[in-house]
C-alpha cells in the first residue's frame, strides 16, 4: 500500500507539486513550459515507452555457431579490466555457443583477453587497438577488412552503433549487455502523476548518444579525428 502514496513526498515530486502550484497562480507561458518539460522528461510511463523503443536496436540474444564477433573497447588501463567491459564479455559468453571468433577493439588488450579466456577457452581471439573511440574503432575495422558477423556494445550505444554498421556496409547484427539506466522502471498508478530521477539520467544518456552522432554527422566530411589508428 505505501508504494502508491509514497512517490508524491520524494523531494522532486514535492517540487512538482510546487511547479505546478507556482504555474496555476502566476498564469506565466514560461513556467507551463517548464513544468511539461520536467513532468515529460520525468514521467516513468512515457519512459519506459521510450526504453522499449531504444531496445529494438538491438536485434537478436543468440550467436551462431562459428561467427565472428566484434566486441567494441571499453576503456580501462593496462592492468584493470573496468564494470562497462567485463559486462561485455558476461554478454558475450552467455550468447556464445562453444566455438567462434572475437575480435576486440582496445588500447588494453591484456585484461580484456585474460578475462574472456578464464570464461571460454575455445575461442579464437584478437585484439588490437582500433582508436580513442566509436567511430575510430569502425573505420579501423574496415580498414583491415573484418566482417563481422555481430558487434556487441553497451545498450545505450546501440542505437549509433546500429548507424555505423549501417554507414559502413557491415552485415552485422548489433547485440548489446545491459545497464541500469535502460532497465524498465517497475509503474503503478503513481507513475502518470509523478517524476523519478532514474529517468532523467536515462535521458541524459539519449541525448549524449545522439549529440554524439550529429556531431560526427556533420564534420566527418572536413575532419580527420574519427579515422583512428593508421597502422
Not at 18 to 37: D, E, Q
Not at 126 to 142: M, P, V
Request: hydrophobic share 40%; net charge positive.
Amino acid at each position: 500500500m505505501k508504494d502508491l502514496p509514497e512517490p508524491f513526498i520524494y523531494p522532486q515530486n514535492i517540487f512538482l507539486l510546487g511547479l505546478l502550484l507556482a504555474c496555476v497562480y502566476y498564469r506565466k507561458r514560461g513556467l507551463w513550459l517548464l513544468f511539461v518539460v520536467y513532468y515529460l522528461a520525468g514521467n516513468t510511463y512515457l519512459a519506459n515507452h521510450v526504453r522499449q523503443w531504444y531496445s529494438s536496436f538491438t536485434e537478436v540474444r543468440t550467436i551462431r555457431a562459428d561467427s565472428t564477433v566484434v566486441l567494441l573497447g571499453c576503456g580501462g588501463s593496462a592492468s584493470v579490466l573496468p564494470a562497462c567491459g567485463k559486462a561485455r564479455i558476461n554478454e558475450l559468453v552467455k550468447l556464445m555457443p562453444y566455438a567462434g571468433s572475437v575480435v576486440m577493439t582496445t588500447e588494453f588488450c591484456p585484461p580484456y583477453v585474460e578475462y574472456l579466456m578464464q570464461q571460454k577457452q575455445q575461442l579464437v581471439v584478437d585484439c588490437f587497438n582500433a582508436g580513442d573511440n566509436t567511430y575510430q574503432e569502425f573505420n579501423s575495422l574496415k580498414r583491415r577488412g573484418i566482417k563481422a558477423d555481430y558487434v556487441l556494445t553497451s545498450d545505450f550505444h546501440a542505437w549509433r552503433v546500429k548507424q555505423l554498421v549501417a554507414e559502413h556496409g557491415f552485415n552485422a547484427t548489433v547485440l548489446a549487455s545491459s545497464s541500469q539506466t535502460f532497465r524498465r522502471v517497475n509503474c503503478s498508478l503513481n507513475c502518470f502523476f509523478t517524476v523519478n530521477l532514474s529517468n532523467y539520467d536515462f535521458y541524459s544518456k539519449l541525448s549524449a548518444e545522439f549529440a554524439s552522432y550529429a556531431v560526427y554527422a556533420l564534420t566527418r566530411d572536413w575532419v580527420d579525428w574519427y579515422q583512428g589508428p593508421q597502422t
